[in-house]
Nanobody, 122 residues
């Protein structure tokens, strides 16, 4: 199983970025996909997750209303659209996959991508 995250980079406060997570080696439509992030010196934080049928969960405290998770099962790819970016969104963003549930905890996920760095300037 491989998860390849891409789309990170430098964004401005108030701007947008879209992350992609291309998956291979798994029955993608049967897997639950999640996005997490980790800022320097902080623990890995749940951002959003989506099931194969489209059920979604978000970190209500930090990203709900600004970020949107989606997936394209035909392309084996999950996405994270990030709008209204804030400097505190600066982190390495990881995509992850599991076959059980739309989880919020890192230990619920079996497979992880390598991470993509998002830096938001004020």
């Amino acid at each position: 199983v491989q998860l390849q995250a891409s789309g990170g980079g430098l964004g401005q406060a108030g701007g947008s970025l879209r992350l992609s997570c291309a998956a291979s080696g798994l029955a993608f439509s049967s897997y639950f996909m999640g996005w997490f992030r980790q800022a320097p010196g902080k623990e890995r934080e749940f951002v959003a997750a989506i099931g194969g049928s489209g059920v979604r969960k978000y970190n209500e405290n930090s990203v709900k209303g600004r970020f949107a998770i989606s997936r394209d099962n035909a392309k084996n790819t999950a996405y994270l659209q990030m709008n209204s970016l804030r400097p505190e969104d600066t982190a390495v963003y990881y995509c992850a996959a599991n076959c059980l549930r739309v989880g919020r905890r890192p230990d619920e996920y079996n497979y992880w991508g390598q991470g993509t760095l998002v830096t938001v300037s004020s």
